[in-house]
Protein backbone atom coordinates (compact mmCIF):
# COMPACT_ATOMS: atom_id res chain seq x y z
CA UNK A 1 0.00 0.00 0.00
CA UNK A 2 1.08 3.34 -0.72
CA UNK A 3 0.29 5.69 1.77
CA UNK A 4 -2.76 3.74 2.46
CA UNK A 5 -4.05 3.56 -0.23
CA UNK A 6 -5.06 -0.40 -1.92
CA UNK A 7 -3.51 -0.87 -4.83
CA UNK A 8 -6.91 -1.59 -6.77
CA UNK A 9 -7.51 2.19 -5.74
CA UNK A 10 -4.17 3.04 -7.53
CA UNK A 11 -5.46 1.40 -10.47
CA UNK A 12 -8.47 3.36 -10.37
CA UNK A 13 -6.81 6.62 -10.38
CA UNK A 14 -4.08 5.85 -12.61
CA UNK A 15 -7.15 5.22 -15.39
CA UNK A 16 -8.86 8.34 -14.12
CA UNK A 17 -5.85 10.20 -14.59
CA UNK A 18 -5.09 8.32 -18.28
CA UNK A 19 -8.68 9.21 -19.51
CA UNK A 20 -8.20 12.62 -18.40
CA UNK A 21 -4.96 13.07 -20.59
CA UNK A 22 -6.75 11.29 -23.45
CA UNK A 23 -8.69 14.44 -23.33
CA UNK A 24 -6.53 17.15 -22.83
CA UNK A 25 -4.19 15.46 -25.52
CA UNK A 26 -6.23 13.15 -27.59
CA UNK A 27 -4.44 10.59 -29.74
CA UNK A 28 -6.97 8.40 -29.25
CA UNK A 29 -4.84 5.48 -27.53
CA UNK A 30 -4.70 6.57 -24.10
CA UNK A 31 -8.27 5.56 -23.25
CA UNK A 32 -7.92 1.85 -24.01
CA UNK A 33 -5.26 2.07 -21.08
CA UNK A 34 -7.10 4.07 -19.32
CA UNK A 35 -9.89 1.58 -19.88
CA UNK A 36 -7.74 -1.32 -18.82
CA UNK A 37 -6.34 0.08 -15.61
CA UNK A 38 -10.04 0.80 -14.70
CA UNK A 39 -10.88 -2.63 -15.47
CA UNK A 40 -7.76 -3.78 -13.11
CA UNK A 41 -9.11 -1.88 -10.53
CA UNK A 42 -12.05 -3.94 -10.53
CA UNK A 43 -10.99 -7.36 -10.11
CA UNK A 44 -8.00 -5.88 -7.58
CA UNK A 45 -10.67 -4.21 -5.40
CA UNK A 46 -13.22 -6.98 -5.78
CA UNK A 47 -10.62 -10.27 -5.50
CA UNK A 48 -7.55 -8.82 -3.37
CA UNK A 49 -4.71 -9.82 -5.81
CA UNK A 50 -0.93 -9.96 -5.73
CA UNK A 51 1.09 -7.63 -7.45
CA UNK A 52 1.94 -10.14 -10.35
CA UNK A 53 -1.64 -11.03 -10.89
CA UNK A 54 -2.49 -7.30 -11.19
CA UNK A 55 0.29 -6.26 -13.87
CA UNK A 56 -1.23 -9.79 -15.62
CA UNK A 57 -4.59 -8.49 -15.94
CA UNK A 58 -3.48 -5.13 -17.21
CA UNK A 59 -1.32 -6.49 -19.61
CA UNK A 60 -4.49 -8.47 -21.01
CA UNK A 61 -6.92 -5.94 -20.65
CA UNK A 62 -5.08 -3.92 -22.18
CA UNK A 63 -3.62 -6.30 -25.20
CA UNK A 64 -7.76 -6.94 -25.54
CA UNK A 65 -8.49 -2.70 -25.50
CA UNK A 66 -6.29 -2.17 -27.95
CA UNK A 67 -7.41 -4.92 -29.90
CA UNK A 68 -10.90 -3.93 -30.01
CA UNK A 69 -10.47 -0.39 -30.48
CA UNK A 70 -7.85 -1.32 -33.64
CA UNK A 71 -11.31 -3.39 -34.81
CA UNK A 72 -13.98 -0.83 -33.82
CA UNK A 73 -12.16 2.48 -35.04
CA UNK A 74 -9.45 1.22 -37.20
CA UNK A 75 -10.72 2.04 -40.81
CA UNK A 76 -13.66 4.35 -40.44
CA UNK A 77 -14.06 5.21 -44.07
CA UNK A 78 -14.46 1.47 -45.22
CA UNK A 79 -10.74 -0.11 -46.37
CA UNK A 80 -9.62 0.91 -49.39
CA UNK A 81 -10.16 4.62 -48.66
CA UNK A 82 -6.57 5.03 -47.19
CA UNK A 83 -5.02 4.07 -50.90
CA UNK A 84 -6.70 6.66 -52.39
CA UNK A 85 -4.77 9.64 -50.05
CA UNK A 86 -3.12 11.09 -53.67
CA UNK A 87 -6.40 10.04 -55.67
CA UNK A 88 -8.77 12.51 -54.29
CA UNK A 89 -11.83 11.72 -57.03
CA UNK A 90 -11.96 8.20 -56.28
CA UNK A 91 -13.90 8.72 -53.12
CA UNK A 92 -16.47 10.00 -55.59
CA UNK A 93 -17.27 6.36 -55.83
CA UNK A 94 -20.45 5.52 -55.31
CA UNK A 95 -21.81 9.03 -55.02
CA UNK A 96 -24.95 9.82 -56.71
CA UNK A 97 -25.06 12.91 -59.05
CA UNK A 98 -27.12 14.25 -61.73
CA UNK A 99 -26.47 14.25 -64.95
CA UNK A 100 -25.98 18.15 -66.46
CA UNK A 101 -25.69 17.55 -70.20
CA UNK A 102 -26.63 13.97 -71.48
CA UNK A 103 -24.12 10.82 -70.85
CA UNK A 104 -22.92 7.86 -73.33
CA UNK A 105 -20.51 5.77 -73.65
CA UNK A 106 -18.05 8.26 -75.44
CA UNK A 107 -19.52 12.03 -73.22
CA UNK A 108 -21.36 14.22 -71.34
CA UNK A 109 -21.18 15.99 -67.92
CA UNK A 110 -22.60 15.42 -64.43
CA UNK A 111 -22.56 17.93 -61.44
CA UNK A 112 -21.03 16.81 -58.29
CA UNK A 113 -21.25 19.34 -55.68
CA UNK A 114 -20.75 22.70 -57.30
CA UNK A 115 -18.76 21.47 -60.25
CA UNK A 116 -19.15 19.66 -63.63
CA UNK A 117 -17.21 16.78 -64.54
CA UNK A 118 -16.82 14.56 -67.76
CA UNK A 119 -18.85 11.33 -67.55
CA UNK A 120 -18.98 8.63 -70.08
CA UNK A 121 -21.54 5.32 -69.11
CA UNK A 122 -25.26 5.74 -68.49
CA UNK A 123 -26.85 6.07 -70.92
CA UNK A 124 -28.59 9.20 -69.09
CA UNK A 125 -30.51 11.66 -70.26
CA UNK A 126 -30.15 15.71 -68.76
CA UNK A 127 -31.19 15.74 -65.02
CA UNK A 128 -31.59 11.97 -64.35
CA UNK A 129 -29.47 10.67 -61.27
CA UNK A 130 -26.71 8.38 -62.01
CA UNK A 131 -24.04 6.74 -59.49
CA UNK A 132 -20.79 6.93 -59.80
CA UNK A 133 -18.51 4.17 -60.59
CA UNK A 134 -15.40 4.69 -61.40
CA UNK A 135 -12.65 7.41 -62.33
CA UNK A 136 -9.98 7.23 -65.13
CA UNK A 137 -8.43 10.25 -64.80
CA UNK A 138 -10.82 13.15 -64.78
CA UNK A 139 -13.71 11.54 -66.49
CA UNK A 140 -16.29 9.67 -64.09
CA UNK A 141 -18.07 6.19 -64.80
CA UNK A 142 -21.58 6.33 -63.97
CA UNK A 143 -24.44 4.24 -64.51
CA UNK A 144 -28.29 4.85 -63.89
CA UNK A 145 -29.94 4.57 -60.57
CA UNK A 146 -31.74 1.34 -60.52
CA UNK A 147 -35.31 2.49 -58.89
CA UNK A 148 -38.06 0.08 -58.56
CA UNK A 149 -40.84 0.61 -61.03
CA UNK A 150 -43.76 2.80 -60.04
CA UNK A 151 -46.69 0.17 -58.23
Do not use: S
Not at 59 to 85: C, F, S
Not at 118 to 137: C, K, Y
Amino acid sequence: MIDGLEPGWIWAIGGLLLLICEIVAPGFFLVFIGAAAIATAFFTLLFDLGLAPQLVLFVLYTALAVMIGKRWYGEPHGGDQRHNINEPAKRLIGKTVTVVTDVDDHAGRVRVGDGEWNARGGPAAAGERVTITGVEGNCLTVEPVRTLPAA
